[in-house]
């Protein structure tokens, strides 16, 4: 029987860290932190007339996160600040198990399924979204968003 909060998927999300590493000249960057754990994530955006126009993470955390950081990293190029608000969400009822998966490019979340039961562990998912909405608030606040 494997571990629900390890499948294979989760652990191949996060050996292929799609977007791991720092962008050389973000507009933007935020930063998570789960004290409870000591996971944190570093998220780089690039800006481009308020979508993400390229995205980089340091993430010194768990495979959750790693993974959760991972899709981010593959799927949030062209989306708004809102669009990752309503992403945050959705994966949040998710674990919850009061919805199912986000849409597709997202639809890799299902994956977190089995972290469901794991209440302390819904932070590690939501780490990297947290960062990015982080970067994505200064992008709002600084108004670089609009500007680029």
Do not use: W
């Not at 652990?11 to 590493?21: C, E, K, M, T, V």
């Not at 993974?67 to 945050?88: H, M, N, V, Y």
């Not at 039961?117 to 590690?124: F, K, L």
């Amino acid at each position: 029987m494997s571990d629900p909060l390890y499948k294979k998927e989760i652990l191949r999300l996060a050996a292929d860290a799609h977007g791991a590493g720092r962008l050389s000249g973000p507009h933007v960057t935020g930063t998570a932190h789960n004290p409870a754990c000591g996971d944190k994530v570093i998220v780089d955006v690039a800006m481009e007339h308020g979508h993400i126009a390229a995205l980089a993470h340091e993430t010194k955390a768990c495979v959750l996160s790693q993974a959760s950081a991972a899709i981010l990293g593959r799927d949030a190029k062209g989306f708004t600040q809102a669009q990752i608000r309503e992403l945050r969400e959705g994966v949040a009822a998710m674990l919850a198990e009061q919805a199912g998966a986000p849409s597709p490019p997202f639809d890799s979340y299902a994956a977190f399924d089995g972290v469901a039961a794991h209440r302390n562990r819904h932070a590690c998912v939501l780490l990297p979204i947290d960062a990015l909405l982080a970067a994505l608030d200064a992008a709002e606040a600084s108004a670089v968003g609009t500007e680029l």
